[in-house]
C-alpha cells in the first residue's frame, strides 16, 4: 500500500482514499457521539454554518471546539460528551483541524475519519478494499501534530501489518504539545479525562466514513468485523 501523509495545506487534488485523522479532539469526539447513539455528525464548514443548521433542525446536537458559547450544545471533550445521550439524534461539528481537513477531500471517492478509538477499524477497512493507494491528512498543526502523525502512521502500518505494536505511536500522542496543552488547562472545553480518552486504542468497533449527502458532509459510523471474522494479513 502506497502511503502519504500530508498536512491539510498540502493537498493538491483529492486523493484516492483519504483517511483524515484527528486524535485530539475532533475523531474521538465523532467516535464517542457513535457511541453515545447519534445516528449521524454533519461537519460543518464554519460556526455561522452549524448555527444555521441548528436553527433550521433544533432537535440537531452542535458542538465546536473551546468553551461553551450560546447556540451551542456541547463543546468538542470526549470526556464531557460521553455523559450525554444521543440516541438517535444528528450531531452537527465544527472545529479548528479535524473537520476542516474531512472538508478539503470531499470529493475523494472513500474519505474515512480516524483517531486512536477506532484505529483498528479503520485499518481494517483499507485491508478489505485493498486500497493501493492512502493519503493520510495530518489535521493538527499545520500537519506537524505529531499525536495525529503517529496515529496515521499506526493505521498505515495495522493495514498491512495485523500484529504491529501500539505502544510506540502512543507514546508520542502522549508527549505531544496537544496533550500537554489539554493536561494544563491551555485549550478550553476540556475535562480531565480527555487526554486518556484519546489514548485508549481500538475503543470502539467501527470505522468512521464521510460523504456527500447533498451539498452537506456526512459522517457515519461503519461496524467492521472482530479480527477473528477475516482472514489472516
Known amino acids: 500500500m502506497d502511503t502519504r501523509f500530508l ?3 498540502d493537498l493538491v487534488e483529492a486523493p484516492s482514499v483519504a483517511v483524515v485523522v484527528d486524535v485530539m479532539r475532533a475523531f474521538t469526539v465523532a ?9 449521524k455528525i ?11 443548521l441548528k436553527a433550521r433542525h433544533p432537535d440537531w446536537v452542535a458542538l465546536k471546539d473551546g468553551p ?13 460528551l460521553r455523559s450525554i445521550d444521543l440516541g438517535g439524534r444528528t450531531v452537527v461539528q465544527k472545529t479548528t483541524a479535524g473537520t476542516v481537513g474531512a472538508l478539503a477531500v470531499k470529493e475523494a471517492p472513500l474519505v474515512l475519519c480516524a483517531s486512536f478509538v477506532v484505529a483498528e477499524a479503520t485499518a481494517r477497512l ?11 491528512v495530518v489535521t493538527g498543526d499545520d500537519g506537524q501534530a505529531d499525536e495525529d502523525l503517529a496515529c496515521a ?5 495495522r493495514a498491512t501489518e495485523a500484529g504491529t505494536d501500539a505502544a ?21 472545553g476540556v475535562h480531565p479525562d480527555d487526554v486518556a480518552l484519546c489514548l485508549e486504542v481500538d475503543r470502539f468497533p467501527f470505522a468512521m ?9 456526512v459522517l457515519r459510523p461503519r461496524a467492521m468485523p472482530s479480527l477473528t471474522d477475516e482472514d489472516p494479513v
Do not use: C, H
Not at 42 to 52: C, G, Q
Not at 68 to 80: E, H, R
Open 68 to 80: 461553551p458559547a450560546p447556540g451551542f450544545d456541547a463543546v468538542n471533550s470526549p470526556g464531557l
Open 153 to 157: 502512521q499506526y493505521i498505515a502500518r
Open 168 to 188: 510506540e505511536f502512543l507514546r508520542r500522542a502522549a508527549e505531544s504539545r496537544a496533550a500537554a496543552e489539554l493536561a494544563e488547562g491551555v485549550r478550553q
Open 42 to 52: 454533519v461537519l460543518a464548514e464554519s460556526l455561522d454554518e452549524a448555527l444555521a
Open 7 to 9: 498536512g491539510i495545506a
Open 126 to 136: 483499507l485491508r478489505t478494499r485493498k486500497s493501493d493507494s492512502v493519503t493520510f
Open 209 to 217: 466514513v464521510a460523504t456527500l449527502e447533498g451539498s452537506l458532509m
Open 31 to 39: 467516535a464517542w457521539a457513535f457511541a453515545q447513539g447519534a445516528e
